[in-house]
């Protein structure tokens, strides 16, 4: 039998003028995602109101209409300032009781709770111009606020604990992105048992190392879990440590394009090829342009959509990377 594995994609809440996923284009949206073969859609929000619980409920229903298994990403910030959440001694019991009211409002509709997002970056003080830069690695404690660090660790340890209570039968993941895994084996030897380990990782990545390096470190380091990818993609963002002909080359729309259709397939490919069991899935992100974090100058965060997109959402147009994935997943019957 050969190796399979579900594609998924990442969408966002509505109701901020940050996303361009208007409320209205929900069905259309996901729609797009089975027309690709999408089999997990990846869902961001936090659960700071009644109005957010009913969003949430309101994608799910729509997600399992269509057959599809739902990740839903708690993106809470809270862990990182005291003053909203309270010293460090009490963030482990603030994020049980917090994930619990999620979890047990939401039960048996989740199949993977994502707890935070890239705690890794905001623990080195989000400097991801210098993800993949020697010496700002992420695999040493000491490249970490520790302040930020001890966070994290309390805050993974309580939300963990939260989700079991309210929902056993939901899996939970921890991500993180390139190779910043210093912060995730320290929540592992400190008792943070998550289900699954999430990857961030994007085509930028790819051209410095390879992730089959990255699983095969992480699985020394915590054996036996699953793994995700919870985030992949070309990536169009400029750096300053790139040289300027690839930078001037992501901010042409034909290039980008072009690069964003061939190398979508060719990862696919080759997280196939690895033909390991231990990986879940791959999520792409997203799946709308972000129009409105593109202002006076080009943005690459505006770009990852596999179509594109008006500010709310509408006058949608898909992208060659939109027909490129889909006849993959078509063609690898994943």
Not at 96 to 102: F, K, L, R, T, V
């Amino acid at each position: 039998m050969s190796f399979s594995l579900p594609i998924g994609m990442n969408i966002h809440r509505w109701g901020t003028p940050f996303f361009a996923y208007d409320k209205s284009h929900l069905s259309d949206n996901l729609d797009a995602c089975r027309e690709l073969g999408i089999k997990l859609i990846r869902y961001n929000n936090s659960f700071r109101s009644e109005n957010a619980a009913r969003d949430i409920s309101t994608v799910v229903g729509e997600v399992k209409k269509r057959d599809m298994q739902m990740m839903l990403v708690i993106d809470d910030q809270g862990w990182r300032d005291k003053e909203v959440t309270g010293e460090i001694d009490s963030l482990e019991e603030y994020y049980e009781n917090y994930m619990y009211c999620i979890a047990d409002s939401l039960k048996g509709k989740i199949e993977i709770y994502q707890l935070f997002n890239e705690m890794d970056i905001a623990g080195m003080r989000g400097d991801i111009a210098n993800i993949i830069l020697p010496g700002k690695d992420g695999r040493e404690k000491g490249e970490y606020d520790s302040i930020l660090w001890e966070r994290a660790v309390a805050s993974v340890k309580g939300a963990i604990k939260g989700i079991k209570k309210g929902d056993p039968d939901a899996k939970t993941c921890v991500n993180f992105a390139w190779w910043h895994t210093a912060l995730i084996y320290e929540m592992y030897r400190r008792g943070c048992d998550f289900d699954i380990i999430g990857i961030d990782w994007y085509s930028d990545c790819e051209e410095v190392s390879s992730i089959d390096k990255l699983i095969d470190d992480v699985k020394k380091n915590i054996p036996g879990k699953d793994f995700i990818i919870c985030e992949t993609n070309f990536w169009m963002h400029p750096m300053g440590r790139d040289p300027v002909e690839k930078q001037n080359a992501l901010k042409v729309k034909e290039l980008r394009d072009e690069n964003q259709k061939k190398w979508v397939p060719e990862f696919i490919e080759k997280i196939v090829g690895l033909k390991d069991p231990s990986i879940l899935g791959i999520v792409f992100y997203e799946l709308l342009d972000e129009p409105y974090y593109e202002k006076e100058d080009y943005c690459g965060e505006a770009h990852f959509g596999f179509i594109e997109c008006d500010a709310n959402g509408g006058n949608k147009l898909k992208k060659p990377a939109y027909e490129s994935l889909k006849n993959c997943i078509k063609n690898l019957n994943l």
